[in-house]
């Protein structure tokens, strides 16, 4: 027991009876009860003990019977309650009946929570232990209660946690009491006690478990670093559908081969920021092998010759893995590194530098890692791996110089390497025997240890491209290679020493590799791409897509690459089964006067007159901002609630401003607009433009400026510009000829030809759609273009991409091809009467190159059937099948991207 674990309920018992007998009399007065309120308390002891006085009661809060009391309620030890149950039970039956018939009085009007868990205790306590169908028929309430929603199954979960395991034996071992624990916890976001979970496999936990899991929105927004994930969706993010309750668990990884599934669970109010960081093996054509992504983590590398290392911080720890090629040292580190090389040659050995200090990582004698830490009295700006002819050292920048210290104690200084500027990159190799230093006056300082005292002067020359923002070499020839601000790459050869100029980067390189069995000079810049140089000669830069953001190359073996970055596309998994791909990606610079980013980049619904609530799952399908009707006065009910019902679920809202009739007061119109602002919406809409005096657009404009935040969309061009938020809609494209960029906003005007709605939102600029898109099929057969918002939602390449129309050898079918940031989206619509195949050219198409199903408008196509997957011909051509006046959009997977593949999803069933 709690209050004394040493002594059995017997003894307590025993022991209080023998100094205070009134205190258990009394006791024996609440053992059917679930808890003893005040008033219960109060009527307990003056039934049973009415010569005694209060302060009887207050002797048995505070006596070791008792394992809780507040004002609220008395709760006895579950041990000491079932022991006075048994001594009645045993010696006294009348007493017994006695206290079932003042319980059940007393409590007649308690929560059904509570009488059925006495219910339960009296029914365990006279007789044989109830079987389990009457232990479920006495919890179904509970189980009702559960089931729902909101406030009452939160407090029904936490009463069943906090008493069920109170009752009898019988009772709480039983399958109904466990199920309802277990789905009590997932309804509070808990896991269930340990001693729940080893009862059954994890699948009829699972099971268990979804039996009050109910349609959660999750909002993804995606940044350039990663993505943030909120609960319920902040406003502007893509909303996912994903299965839970208390709690939602989610799987992610990053969407390349190889990766591994990382678990998170996400709380009703939580917002949980994730950056992605990746390290991937690729071929210099930008084909990747395999990769690791960490989420919410950080990954540091270095790779030279046949060696690798990589430390992985996540979780507060950092692990550090070296891979020589024969075997693979694991090594844990106090703190997030900030400095990392190997040693592309002679014994295997690794230098990491984390404010700590130093750690020289090397092979132990019986093959596991040795690991020595060195402080340092000033943090080095590089580090890197050589030799002289004597030794092999290690070289640490500061400052102007690089000291070349003992391996073993970098204590000891071998000699140093000075220069005219601070030291800001620094390149080594063992193999070679060679120091390249760049400095901050933009000079390059190639030192050849291998030749000459360890000390001397080496070769510099000055980069005529100003500051050097990448450095690397070749341990074979001894060449030095370095890219400057300007973009331009050069190349010094060890034997020459002549400057040779390689290229013109389109931005300044920030790492820098040198691959000769692929005759390249490979360069970074930050952005999803690797840009080559022919090497040695140099010559045109050829750029090659990569499914994420690379900040450093290494040159590996056999002609490979090591690379490392942040972002890429992450595939989210939900229990349920539901797979979401989400690209973090640059967002191209709006044109000017292209109004606020969220207006610019969110799908609205006009709300029709007389609209008493919100399309329901609205978020889920693309829609970011609703505009109210211009009949709602801002002081109504109906307007309130509709505010707070779009607030509630992180929509914008806008409202619409009519137009001003022939005898309707201007500054009626402006009170009007003034309110609406007051009442912090996010802007207004204006209607019919032309309708609108000159002198009140100036009014209007002059009352926007005191709410810098309020956005302004017109249907039409007005007389004046409405300031900084004011987006205009025109008319849409025209498909047959689209625009090759998204330069504009439009709105779906209503009542569109099926086909045509679907065909123009394959097209940029879509700012409005009507409530109609949006409003379930009247029959099952009909179409309905609402699942396009959805995906055109979660694709960079439909809200920003350019537009290519691919010939499909049919002049009733159309293709919208969609380019941006390595997504590629193929978009076709059928405006034929009958079901019509046609083969549509792939020019990238390759050897592995998939179309994945994104979208469609069937009505009758089981949601949760997995997306069809096509793949072209080896002609290059791939052959899709539409039916009558369908649409189909499918996401583009080359053969250099390919999808995840050999991680175990942990929501997969268990094998049998």
């Known amino acids: 027991m709690t209050a004394a674990p040493e002594r059995t309920a017997f003894q307590l018992i025993a022991e209080e009876r023998r100094h205070r007998p009134a205190v258990v009399r009394l006791a024996r007065s609440l053992c059917l009860a679930a808890q003893a309120e005040p008033y219960f308390l109060r009527s307990a002891r003056l039934r049973f003990a009415p010569d005694s006085s209060a302060g009887l009661e207050a002797r048995l809060y505070f006596s070791p019977l008792v394992e809780a009391a507040d004002s609220r309620a008395l709760v006895l030890y579950p041990e000491v309650s079932a022991e006075l149950r048994r001594e ?65 199954a939160a407090e029904a979960s936490r009463w069943i946690l906090r008493f069920l395991p109170r009752l009898p034996e019988a009772v709480r071992e039983s399958l109904p009491a466990w199920r309802l624990q277990v789905m009590a916890a997932e309804r509070l976001g808990m896991e269930p006690p340990r001693s729940l979970l080893t009862r059954a496999t994890d699948d ?79 071929r210099a054509d930008g084909t990747l092998l395999a990769a690791q992504a960490e989420l919410g983590g950080t990954l540091l590398c270095a790779r030279a010759g046949h060696r690798a290392a990589a430390a992985t911080t996540a979780d507060g720890r950092t692990a550090l893995r070296v891979d020589d090629g024969e075997s693979v040292l694991s090594v844990d580190l106090p703190e997030q590194p900030r400095l990392l090389a190997v040693a592309d040659a002679g014994p295997a050995a690794t230098a990491v530098v984390s404010a700590k200090g130093l750690h020289v990582v090397t092979s132990a004698v019986d093959g596991t890692a040795d690991a020595v830490l060195h402080p340092l009295s000033e943090q080095p700006t590089a580090v890197g791996w050589s030799r002289t002819r004597e030794r092999g050292v290690l070289c640490l920048a500061g400052g102007n110089d690089v000291l070349l210290v003992d391996d073993g104690d970098p204590g000891r200084t071998l000699g140093t390497l000075s220069h005219p500027a601070p030291v800001v990159r620094l390149w080594a190799s063992v193999r070679a025997g060679l120091v390249a230093v760049a400095d901050a006056h933009g000079g390059v300082t190639v030192h050849d240890l291998a030749a000459g005292p360890a000390g001397g002067p080496g070769r ?32 010094v050869e060890a034997a020459a020493g002549a400057v040779v100029p390689l290229g013109t980067l389109p931005a300044p390189a920030s790492s820098l ?62 229990e349920d089964g539901r797979t979401h791909l989400l690209t973090p990606g640059p967002v191209p610079a709006p044109p000017e006067g292209a109004g606020f980013g969220w207006l610019r980049d969110s799908v609205g619904v006009v709300l029709p007159e007389g609209v008493t609530g919100l399309p329901a799952g609205i978020r889920r399908r693309g829609v970011g901002h609703v505009c109210l009707p211009a009949s709602l006065p801002p002081e109504s009910a109906e307007f309130a609630t509709l505010l707070a019902e779009a607030r509630d679920q992180g929509l914008r809202v806008l409202v619409e401003l009519a137009p001003p009739g022939d005898d309707s007061p201007h500054g009626e119109l402006l009170g009007r607009a003034h309110d609406l602002l007051e009442a912090a919406v996010d802007g207004l809409r204006l209607g019919d433009p032309g309708r ?62 099926h086909p045509q709605a679907c065909l123009l939102l394959a097209l940029p600029g ?20 609402a699942p396009l918002l959805a995906a055109r939602a979660a694709q960079l390449a439909l809200r920003h991409g350019g537009v290519e129309r691919p010939p499909t050898g049919s002049t009733r079918v159309t293709a919208v091809r969609r380019d941006h940031a390595g997504q590629a989206v193929l978009c076709l619509t059928s405006t034929a009467d009958v079901p019509v195949t046609v083969r549509v050219p792939l ?40 039916d009558a006046g369908r649409t189909r959009w499918f996401r583009i997977r080359t053969a250099a991207h390919p999808p995840p593949d050999g991680a175990t999803d942990p929501f997969a069933p268990s094998a049998p």
């Not at 196509?861 to 290059?876: N, S, T």
């Open 766 to 785: 879509c700012r409005e759609v009507p409530a109609s898109v949006l409003a379930p099929a009247g029959s099952t057969a009909a179409a309905t273009p």
């Open 692 to 753: 609108w005096p000159a002198s009140l657009l100036v009014r209007l404009r002059h009352l926007l400026d005191a709410y810098p935040q309020a956005a302004v969309v017109t249907t039409g061009t007005p007389q004046l510009a409405l300031g900084p938020g004011h987006l205009t809609l025109n008319a849409p494209p025209a498909p047959a000829t689209p625009p090759s960029a998204p330069d504009g906003g439009w709105s779906l005007p209503e009542g569109l030809p």
């Open 513 to 574: 590799a040198t691959t000769g069995d692929a005759g390249l000079v490979v360069a970074a810049d930050g952005g999803d791409r690797l840009l080559r140089l022919p090497w040695p000669g140099g010559g045109p830069v050829t750029a090659v897509p990569m499914p994420f953001r690379v900040r450093e190359v290494h040159p590996a073996t056999g002609g490979l690459l090591l690379v490392s970055g942040h972002g890429g596309e992450v595939e989210i998994r939900a």
């Open 460 to 491: 510099r020359q000055q980069a005529p491209g100003g500051e050097v923002t990448a450095l690397c070499g070749d341990p074979w020839s001894g060449a030095v290679v370095w890219g400057c601000a300007d973009g331009r790459v050069y190349g």
């Open 88 to 152: 009645l039970y045993d010696h006294d039956l009348d007493l017994l009946g006695s206290v079932r018939d003042f319980t059940r009085a007393a409590h007649r009007s308690a929560p059904p929570l509570v009488r059925g868990f006495e219910e339960l205790l009296w029914s365990a306590t006279i007789g044989p232990p109830p079987a389990e169908a009457e232990v479920e028929r006495t919890l179904t309430p509970l189980f009702r209660q559960v089931l729902a929603e909101g406030a009452t």
């Open 204 to 282: 009829e936990v699972r099971t268990v478990r979804a039996l009050v899991h109910t349609e959660v929105d999750i909002g993804v927004r995606a940044s350039a670093q990663g993505l943030v994930l909120s609960r319920p969706p902040e406003p502007d993010a893509l909303v996912c559908g994903a299965s839970g309750a208390g709690r939602v668990q989610l799987r992610l990884r990053g969407a390349l081969p190889g990766t591994r599934w990382h678990e998170l669970d996400l709380y009703d109010g939580e917002y949980t920021a994730l950056g992605v960081s990746v390290a991937a093996e690729v």
């Open 843 to 882: 020019p990238e198409a390759a050897a592995g190159t998939e179309l994945v199903q994104i979208a469609h408008d069937l009505p009758d196509h089981p949601p949760d059937a997995p997306p069809p997957v096509l793949r072209p011909d080896p002609d290059g051509l791939v052959t899709v099948a539409l």
